[in-house]
């Protein structure tokens, strides 16, 4: 079965430092890997999505993803957080041959303190 | 503008009444889904619906039901019989077959059953 799992439940850094949300991935089968952001009582919007072309994964609001298959790893990073950043972050992987069913990690909730 | 409303944001019940959430898309996308949202679990999977007038059920069906009369809309109802109904549910679209993953989401209704 194909799962992820988020290391971190909560992450807390300052503005202007550099993020890091981690994610590790189980799969039988070269994934399909996405991570959401959720702003607080919001819906999700997708940040980034890795679907086995480049290993390095850019995606909105200068964040990025490198697909690591020796690390069976997925982790998001951002240089420098801004306050606008401060949101809840899900890794979803995408069960093989179930159409567009996403199974989403238990989120990491990422503080940024001014 | 292109997008999903759900409705209301808010919507508080008794327990033992049933209570039907709204969900409409204008992105002409042929997939629907709906989620549950509880604290620390991620989202997981009700309902999903790939076409009008087909669905199938998600992780988490008891106690709930859908239909997809049309394209753009795909109303949840949580029955009397769901143990646990008071969450954050969202509802999502994509379009089917094609990049798998990338799902739109509504801004959620919070129900709260008392």
């Known amino acids: 079965a194909q799962s992820v799992t988020q290391l971190d439940s909560h992450v807390s850094v300052s503005e202007g430092t550099p993020v890091l949300l981690r994610c590790n991935y189980s799969s039988s089968y070269s994934p399909s890997l996405f991570w959401y952001v959720q702003h607080p009582n919001k819906g999700l919007q997708l940040l980034l999505k890795y679907t086995s072309a480049a290993t390095l994964v850019k995606g909105i609001n200068g964040f990025e993803a490198e697909f690591k298959k020796s690390e069976t790893s997925f982790h998001l990073t951002k240089p420098s957080a801004h306050m606008s950043d401060a949101a809840e972050y899900f890794c979803v992987v995408i069960p093989y041959n179930q159409g567009g069913k996403l199974i989403f990690g238990q989120g990491t909730e990422l503080s940024v303190k001014p | 503008d292109g997008g999903i409303t759900q409705s209301p944001k808010y919507l508080f019940r008794k327990e033992g009444q049933n209570v039907t959430l709204s969900c409409e898309q204008n992105l002409n996308h042929d997939a629907m889904y709906w989620y549950r949202q509880d604290p620390g679990q991620g989202l997981r999977l009700i309902y999903y619906s790939q076409i009008v007038n087909d669905f199938q059920k998600g992780d988490i069906a008891e106690g709930y039901s859908v239909s997809r009369e049309k394209k753009e809309s795909f109303p949840l109802t949580v029955t009397s019989a769901q143990k646990n109904p008071t969450a954050f549910y969202l509802c999502?679209?994509?379009?089917?077959?094609?990049?798998?993953?990338?799902?739109?989401f509504g801004p959620g209704t919070r129900l709260t059953v008392t």
């Open positions: 999502a679209s994509s379009v089917r077959d094609i990049s798998p993953g990338e799902q739109y």
